[in-house]
């Protein structure tokens, strides 16, 4: 049960009913998992919706169309399965794949959309990788595709030392693309003192847009776990000339 007030509107209530199943088949190790939900009045919303729907409310001029209960697309049905392999043989772990879907269709509009999503991951003495690929439909037919690609290095792996108790402690690197002109890199590493008081991050990435000029950035953040409380602040800055402090 849900209940939200819209700003300059009424106060909407609405319902939700979740069924799921969930199968691990112990000879293969598979796991299936099914869902369905079912929003069974046009007047439900969601907790990212109601947030959503309310800021379009209160700020209007943001959006060419401004949002209302009357054209926001609320979902009405939606269905999930999601399949994982590990893939073994002979006692050797050879990482796991998996499959997704999912679909659902909206109050509003009457149309529906769909996803679905195939991936691997594995771990090896280098550290561990994954590989994703995702096509869509929107409401209209047409079709989104990308591509994820990342992969994780522990330091100790790169600088050839024993694990390490202190200092940053991997490189993670993503990959992404949508095959239309669009791609990103994001590479970061974290880490923490040897009391753990301390932790610490940093980031720094590049993203090709077709629609507008490439951009490059670069970020971090610290925190300190002080006898009073936690001290906090991050930096960024990008190639746009944007310059961002957080205290």
């Given amino acids: 049960h849900f209940n939200v007030r819209i700003p300059d509107d009424k106060t909407y209530q609405g319902q939700s009913y979740r069924v799921s199943w969930n199968k691990l088949f112990e000879e293969t190790s598979t796991s299936l998992n099914i869902a369905a939900y079912r929003y069974s009045t046009?007047?439900?919303?969601?907790?990212?919706?109601?947030?959503?729907?309310?800021?379009?409310?209160?700020?209007?001029?943001?959006?060419?169309?401004?949002?209302?209960?009357?054209?926001?697309?609320?979902?009405?049905?939606?269905?999930?399965?999601?399949?994982?392999?590990?893939?073994?043989?002979?006692?050797?772990?050879?990482?796991?794949?998996?499959?997704?879907?999912?679909?659902?269709?909206?109050?509003?509009?009457?149309?529906?959309?769909?996803?679905?999503?195939?991936?691997?991951?594995?771990?090896?003495?280098?550290?561990s990788y994954s590989v994703s690929a995702q096509r869509s439909w929107n409401e209209d037919g047409d079709t989104d595709d990308s591509v994820y690609l990342s992969f994780t290095i522990p330091i100790e792996k790169l600088l050839g030392t024993e694990q390490r108790t202190s200092g940053f402690q991997s490189i993670d690197t993503q990959i992404s693309s949508d095959f239309k002109g669009n791609n990103q890199l994001n590479v970061s590493s974290s880490g923490y003192s040897d009391n753990a008081r301390v932790s610490y991050s940093v980031n720094t990435?590049?993203?090709?847009?077709?629609?507008?000029?490439?951009?490059?950035?670069?970020?971090?953040?610290?925190?300190?776990?002080?006898?009073?409380?936690?001290?906090?602040?991050?930096?960024?800055?990008?190639?746009?000339?944007s310059r961002q402090v957080y205290l």
């Avoid at 990482?95 to 909206?106: E, I, T």
């Fill in 42 to 127: 046009q007047n439900y919303l969601g907790l990212n919706d109601a947030l959503t729907l309310i800021d379009e409310v209160k700020h209007p001029e943001q959006d060419l169309e401004p949002k209302s209960m009357r054209n926001y697309s609320r979902m009405k049905n939606q269905v999930t399965i999601s399949i994982n392999q590990p893939l073994k043989f002979e006692k050797q772990d050879y990482g796991s794949f998996y499959l997704s879907s999912d679909w659902s269709d909206y109050w509003a509009s009457g149309q529906n959309r769909s996803n679905y999503s195939i991936g691997y991951s594995n771990s090896t003495s280098w550290g």
């Fill in 205 to 241: 990435g590049y993203t090709m847009n077709k629609a507008s000029k490439d951009l490059s950035y670069v970020g971090g953040y610290a925190s300190y776990e002080s006898p009073w409380g936690t001290l906090a602040g991050s930096i960024s800055a990008n190639s746009d000339n």
